[in-house]
């Protein structure tokens, strides 16, 4: 399995949103609604922002939000806060033979 | 929570083996992984393993080398990794699975250190 595309980078600034694409396969984010969106912090371990597409984990702000077109998924986020400066991954299923697969990882920066 | 330990400098060709323990929930109820992380780089899942230890992934880089295990009665999560590489360089995470690599508990992570 080949590691889902990222964009190396995207900004904003404070109240802006920004989105962050992540294109797979008909193999992983195409062929299933298993998309999950991780943020991580400098020396920190990833958080679980969004799976299933669409669904916040209980305590994430409604300003993260995940959508999903095709083989490309995406995350938005709205109203763009400091403390959102952070790396961003999106993961899929990829089968149940397969494990899942990470995409390369996005680095949004408030400017 | 999720406390990972174990790692550490290995020379290539080493052994290690990383255990992670499980506290307050329910252990034998979920899926379990293995993340890593090189330094600098992204994420790859590593290996996974059922509720009951009968069903295991690994990544094809890690395939053959890499055994994971776990003991429910313990509450613990393992990785054997043999004949160790440079590239296994990496933090290596503990991670609960809520189905589908929906992993909403992450340890801290452990560092091991692949080099002469």
């Known amino acids: 399995q080949s590691a889902l595309t990222q964009p190396p980078s995207a900004s904003g600034s404070p109240g802006q949103s920004v989105a962050i694409s992540c294109t797979g396969t008909?193999?992983?984010?195409?062929?299933?609604?298993?998309v999950s969106w991780y943020q991580q912090h400098p020396g920190k371990a990833p958080k679980l922002m969004i799976y299933e597409v669409t669904k916040r984990p209980s305590g994430v702000p409604d300003r993260f939000s995940g959508s999903k077109s095709g083989n490309t998924a995406s995350l938005t986020v709205s109203g763009l806060q400091a403390e959102d400066e952070a790396d961003y991954y999106c993961?899929?299923?990829?089968?149940?033979?397969?494990?899942?697969?990470f995409g390369t990882g996005t680095k949004v920066t408030v400017l | 929570q999720l406390v990972e330990s174990g790692g550490g400098l290995v020379q290539p060709g080493g052994s290690l083996r990383l255990s992670c323990a499980a506290s307050?929930?329910?252990?034998?109820?979920?899926?379990m992984n293995w993340v890593r992380q090189a330094p600098g780089k992204g994420l790859e899942w590593v290996a996974n393993?059922?509720?009951?230890?009968?069903?295991?992934h690994y990544a094809d880089s890690v395939k053959g080398r890499f055994t994971i295990s776990r003991d429910n009665a313990d509450k613990s999560l393992y990785l054997q990794m043999n004949s160790l590489r440079a590239e296994d360089t990496a933090i290596y995470y503990c991670?609960?699975?809520?189905?589908?690599?929906?992993?909403?508990?992450w340890g801290q992570g452990t560092l091991v250190t692949v080099s002469s």
């Open positions: 991670v609960r699975d809520l189905g589908y690599y929906r992993g909403d508990c």
């Open positions: 993961n899929s299923f990829a089968g149940s033979d397969n494990l899942g697969v």
């Open positions: 307050g929930f329910t252990f034998s109820s979920y899926w």
């Open positions: 393993i059922k509720q009951d230890g009968s069903d295991t």
């Open positions: 008909s193999s992983d984010v195409g062929g299933y609604n298993y």
